[in-house]
């Protein structure tokens, strides 16, 4: 148990070492990126770098909050990996979480606050704040910086989250019994067959 512990600890040591030399690659490629491209952004405490197109001008983004957001997830090549729009640009699933909460990963809620409601502009997620060395998927490799265009749709307060959420777990919970009235029906009025047995 003691050696298991101490492999372990070392595992810990190696992996935080890593991760901060990896820091540093990912703050390099993203730093030359936006040089090579052009792109003034701003670049956070953790190490995401925002690039506002329009700030917005409706309510405010802070940790806490829920937001819905359009969105374009890429690789700095160009590869696209994920998006809320379809094949014709109209958006078809907009994403939804609560900013500073396990729901998205952490450079996007880190890069989001940037803007308000309304807001449009790119994220520059260094991989330590994205997938990491883990990687997701084919197209995202383990240590990848990754850029995502961002339109934030709505803002809203924790409080009015939750209840938009318990207004449409009402709605579905109605449209569900809806759905087994109507089968009932179908199915002879839901009455049970008479007993014979008496």
Avoid at 12 to 23: E, F, H, L, P
Avoid at 97 to 126: A, C, M, N, T, W
């Amino acid at each position: 148990l003691a050696i298991k512990a101490a492999s372990l600890e070392t595992m810990k040591r190696i992996d935080s070492v890593n991760a901060i030399k990896q820091k540093g690659i990912d703050d390099s490629t993203l730093s030359a990126y936006l040089a090579k491209n052009n792109i003034k952004a701003t670049k956070t405490a953790k190490g995401t770098y925002v690039e506002v197109v329009e700030p917005g001008t409706g309510e405010v983004i802070d940790s806490g909050k829920a937001i819905t957001v359009d969105y374009k997830g890429k690789t700095l090549e160009g590869k696209e990996f994920d998006s809320s729009y379809d094949s014709s640009g109209k958006s078809v699933k907009p994403f939804t979480f609560v900013v500073g909460q396990r729901g998205s990963i952490e450079g996007f809620s880190d890069g989001i606050v940037y803007f308000k409601k309304g807001g449009k502009g790119r994220l520059f997620i260094p991989s330590y704040l994205a997938y990491g060395s883990r990687g997701a998927g084919a197209d995202i490799k383990p240590n990848t910086p990754l850029m995502f265009d961002v339109a934030v749709v709505d803002v809203l307060s924790k409080e009015a989250y939750q209840k938009k959420m318990e207004e449409q777990q009402k709605k579905m919970q109605q449209q569900m019994q809806q759905m087994r009235d109507a089968q009932k029906q179908q199915n002879g009025g839901g009455q049970a067959p008479p007993d014979t047995n008496k």
